[in-house]
């Protein structure tokens, strides 16, 4: 069995539709200041016609097998972190396997709000870790510009439509995901929810006519209790790795806020100069924020080969986790990962295996 699981491939994809701070103005009653001043962002993306999460989601995995040198029939499972699913069911991995081609994979959806995508890493990472797979496809990708009130200037100003992916596969080596925690506290629900549209309240003409269909949200209580969680969270996964906060050089945190990105690094006494920050450009696009800034990191040059990274996030639910992990890269962008290196990987586990204790 595989020791650890490893990041090989990554990719992104943000809609073209630029919606700015300037637009919203003539859309609710705000403004640049306001927006700016109190989260930091300045614009977003909005998917356009006929762009949805699946749609967004393709995108981005087409862009993280291409760096890991893979195809869809290579992949053995997809899972997407989502709480914008183009529908109830069937999953939006369902879309995207078939949409990849990825045949011989497995599909499921991860719904913990703007924690999925380290929820999702998390399950890929453990079900490599104990051998049921060799490689997955783990996708964050949001479309929350749907479940807006867009006359609500509370929420709707503070969230943006966007797909990140990241291949994993299965490695020997003292690289990949060091740690990952998890952690969530259902009584806290109602902070941030859609309320409407699920078996508790269906969906109906009432919903509709109410805007119960849309993300409704307490702001001040969430913030604070993002600030405290998401530090918490990234204590115990940097302790859990075995490292501590010297050892990480970039800290890639949820794209909420910049006041609740500024207040975590404060309260961990973590250097702002290694925090890595892009939602002035995208709001908060949810479970899509972490792979999108991962992606960037990496194309601007602040995310090498070798780096010790924390990615940390906090969403509805409530749920928050962290994980940490060292930075490989993709494979050198010479060649695909062989049959040749999947054989001598079962080779060293027999040799393992039978080596006299
Ligand atoms: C939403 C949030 C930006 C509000 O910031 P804040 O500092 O709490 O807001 P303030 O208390 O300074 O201002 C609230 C006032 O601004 C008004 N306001 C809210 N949205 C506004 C907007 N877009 N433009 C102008 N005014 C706005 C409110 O109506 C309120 O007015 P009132 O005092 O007359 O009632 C902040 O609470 C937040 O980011 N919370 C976390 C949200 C989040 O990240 N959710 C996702 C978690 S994954």
Redesign the pocket.
């Known amino acids: 069995m595989a020791k650890n699981a490893v990041i090989t491939g990554w990719g992104c994809y943000t809609p073209s539709r630029v919606l700015t701070n300037a637009d919203l103005e003539r859309i ?4 640049d200041e ?2 700016t001043s ?2 930091g962002i300045k614009e977003r993306r909005i998917a356009g016609d006929g762009e949805t999460t699946s749609t967004m989601s393709v995108r981005a995995a087409r862009a993280a097998l291409e760096k890991a040198h893979m195809r869809g029939q290579d992949i053995q499972q997809v899972i997407v972190g989502t709480a914008s699913p183009d529908y109830l069911f069937p999953a939006t991995a369902c879309l995207v396997q078939s949409e990849i081609g990825a045949t011989r994979a497995g599909a499921f959806d991860v719904e913990a ?2 924690t999925s995508f380290i929820s999702a890493l998390a399950i890929a990472r453990a079900m490599i870790v104990a051998g049921m797979i060799e490689n997955a496809l783990v996708i964050g990708a949001e479309t929350l510009s749907r479940l807006l009130n867009w006359k609500d ?2 929420t709707c ?2 969230f943006g439509d966007g797909a990140g992916a990241a291949v994993l596969e299965a490695t020997n080596a003292s690289v990949g995901i060091e740690s990952t925690v998890l952690h969530g506290d259902g009584s806290k629900g109602e902070l ?1 929810m859609v309320p409407a549209g699920g078996s508790k309240i269906p969906a109906t003409a009432d919903t509709v006519e109410r805007g119960l269909h849309f993300i409704t ?1 307490a ?2 209580e ?2 604070k209790l ?1 600030v405290k969680s998401m530090a918490d969270a990234a204590e115990e996964a940097i302790a859990e790795a075995g490292l501590t906060l010297d050892d990480i050089d970039i800290m890639i945190p ?1 794209q ?2 910049l ?2 990105i500024e207040g975590v690094g404060k309260r961990l006494h973590f250097p702002p100069e290694k925090v890595f920050v892009n939602i002035q450009r995208y709001g ?1 696009t ?1 479970a899509a924020s972490i792979p999108i800034a991962m992606c960037e990191a990496e194309s601007t040059g602040r995310l090498r080969r070798g780096d010790k990274v924390l990615l940390v996030a ?3 639910g409530f749920t928050w986790g962290a994980s940490v992990l060292e930075w490989f890269g993709a494979h050198d962008g010479l060649r695909p990962p062989s049959r040749l290196e999947r054989a001598s990987r079962v080779l060293e586990d027999v040799v393992e295996r039978v080596r006299p204790s």
């Open positions: 609710v009653d705000t403004s306001w927006i109190r989260t709000a703007c200037r509370t100003v503070l941030l949200m702001g001040g969430v913030f993002a949820h909420a806020n006041r609740i908060n949810s906090f969403g509805g």
